[in-house]
């Protein structure tokens, strides 16, 4: 049987019907249509799904969208602002930290979420920040070198 969630979305309010069993990252995707949010592993290990849950970096493959019922949710689509792009999401095209661009997302909200607590990170803590987060691509080092980046000019 269905169920009504109740759910801010990138500071819009949606309400709709679920399967108890619906995923998160499913909810978002095919029944918001935020397809920012990408799907890979579904089993917590890549970290594309990553959305932040009240302020909170979790991968959306891991809760299902009832969980999300009355809680608020930033997913990558919430970050720019009237079509200028996040200063984050600068620092990534400037440095190069993407390639086919799969894992970004989640890179991204989770460079947002250490930067929020920790605005200056060492090179340890920015690795340590994203070692949820998989990319099959780049070898990190641009990724890094754009965190690095995206502290510079949230600092600035
Ligand atoms: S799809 Fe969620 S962690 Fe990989
Ligand atoms: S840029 Fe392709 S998976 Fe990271």
């Keep these: 049987m ?16 679920v399967e108890p069993r619906q995923l998160l990252s499913f909810f978002l995707r095919e029944t918001i249509g935020l397809t920012g949010t990408h799907v890979g592993c579904v089993i917590g290990e890549c970290g594309a799904c990553s959305v932040l849950l009240d302020g909170r970096l979790v991968k959306s493959c891991l809760l299902f969208a009832v ?10 689509e919430g970050l720019a602002d009237d079509g200028r792009l996040h200063p984050i999401q600068e620092a990534f095209v400037q440095r190069y930290g993407l390639q086919c661009g799969y894992c970004t997302p989640g890179m991204v909200l989770a460079a947002h979420y250490l930067l ?9 803590e920015i690795r340590k920040a994203l070692a949820g987060n998989l990319c099959m691509c780049t070898g990190y080092m641009q990724i890094v070198d754009a965190v690095k980046e995206a502290a ?4 600035r």
């Excluded at 969980?67 to 990558?76: M, P």
């Excluded at 510079?152 to 600092?155: D, G, I, T, W």
């Design 2 to 17: 269905k169920q009504s969630i109740c759910v801010k979305i990138n500071g819009r309010v949606y309400e709709d019907e």
């Design 67 to 76: 969980q999300a019922d009355k809680r608020e949710i930033v997913t990558i």
């Design 116 to 124: 929020g607590r920790n605005p200056d990170p060492t090179e340890e």
């Design 152 to 155: 510079k000019k949230v600092n």
